[in-house]
């Protein structure tokens, strides 16, 4: 079965500062994977996904299949990013449930 | 163009009550799909529904089911409500295809038993 785990429950970094939010994954086969943000008094919302290999309001995230790793990462962090981020993962044919890590909830501080 | 819909927003209910929640994806969508949030246990696969048939299914007792209809509107009932049920209950929408993974999440309906 797939598992996401996000080690941190809570990161907080002062602004200015490098993020990275940590996503390791189980999973045998070709997984798809994505993050998503939630943040203050708004929707779950995508915030990435790695077939894209885009970089969403400066947040980008490299898929290594040899650490199972999805790390989130921005080298600048701003007070609007403060939000609750989620992991997910898919079985790579679209036919199946994303399945979600528990979250990081990132804070940063001015 | 309009995002998913759910009703109600919030609800309260005593213990071996039951509850019904709607949603309304994105016009175009065939796909729902519907959560349970707890501050505990994040973000729980319900089920999920496409073209009317329940296509996936995640680890929750029978008390928890649900039903598409015909216009991709879904439904999901919880039968013989507890204390343990009280959560965010979210739907997701996703079109077909290649964006069938990328889902797009309603407000939730906020559940509360007593």
């Known amino acids: 079965a797939q598992r996401v785990t996000q080690p941190e429950k809570l990161l907080s970094v002062f602004k200015g500062a490098p993020v990275e939010l940590k996503c390791n994954y189980s999973?045998?086969?070709?997984?798809?994977l994505f993050w998503y943000v939630q943040y203050s008094r708004q929707r779950l919302q995508l915030l990435l996904r790695h077939i894209s290999r885009e970089s969403i309001k400066g947040f980008t995230a490299d898929l290594n299949k040899g650490e199972t790793s999805f790390h989130l990462k921005k080298p600048f962090a701003q007070e609007e990013d403060s939000a609750m981020y989620y992991c997910a993962l898919s079985r790579n044919s679209g036919n199946t449930p994303l399945v979600f890590g528990k979250g990081t909830r990132l804070s940063v501080i001015a | 163009k309009a995002g998913v819909t759910q009703t109600p927003r919030y609800l309260i209910k005593t213990r071996g009550q039951q509850v019904t929640l709607s949603c309304s994806p994105i016009s175009g969508h065939r796909s729902v799909s519907w959560y349970q949030q707890t501050p505990g246990q994040g973000l729980q696969f319900l089920f999920e529904?496409?073209?009317?048939?329940?296509?996936n299914k995640g680890n929750f007792p029978g008390r928890f089911s649900g039903r598409q209809f015909s216009n991709s509107r879904s439904e999901m009932n919880v039968s013989t409500l507890e204390l343990g049920d009280s959560a965010l209950y979210l739907c997701?929408?996703?079109?077909?295809?290649?964006?069938?993974?990328?889902?797009?999440f309603g407000a939730g309906s906020r559940l509360t038993v007593l």
């Open positions: 999973y045998s086969g070709s997984p798809e």
């Open positions: 997701a929408s996703s079109s077909a295809g290649s964006g069938a993974n990328v889902l797009t």
């Open positions: 529904y496409f073209s009317e048939t329940q296509r």
